[in-house]
């Protein structure tokens, strides 16, 4: 496993941005790719994004495509997710995740997660 540290969350206006941050520990950071998942009281956790290992690839469910970013650097052990025009359907706490799979959805096949950050958008 490898520890994970989601921040940048915050209360925000609908319209607004973030740049969410997740560094993980040890030396082992470029082994995984990484997810983001969501969760919004009452709701299933929710796939929004995932990095290959390398960045070769990025992949985004469709509620967050042409808004958010997902990007990593491997030097800094860091993924992060830029979140631009938030809604307020958006509002969730994410959870950043790691995984030696090569599944980019199921959420089930992460090895590591964080204990998340809580985005909040008003409208």
């Known amino acids: 496993q490898v520890l994970l540290v989601e921040s940048g969350g915050g209360l925000v206006q609908a319209g607004d941005s973030l740049r969410l941050s997740c560094t993980a520990s040890?030396?082992?950071?470029?082994?995984?790719?990484m997810g983001w998942f969501r969760q919004a009281p009452g709701k299933e956790r929710e796939f929004v994004a995932h990095?290959?290992?390398?960045?070769?690839?990025?992949y985004y469910a469709n509620s967050v495509k042409g808004r958010f970013t997902i990007s990593r650097d491997n030097a800094k052990n860091t993924v992060y997710l830029q979140v631009n025009s938030l809604k307020p359907e958006d509002t969730a706490v994410y959870y950043c995740?790691?995984?030696?799979?090569?599944?980019?959805?199921?959420?089930?096949?992460?090895?590591?997660w964080g204990q998340g950050t809580q985005v909040t958008v008003s409208s």
């Open positions: 040890g030396r082992t950071f470029s082994s995984y790719s």
């Open positions: 995740a790691a995984s030696l799979s090569y599944s980019v959805y199921d959420w089930a096949r992460y090895d590591s």
């Open positions: 990095i290959a290992r390398s960045s070769r690839s990025t």
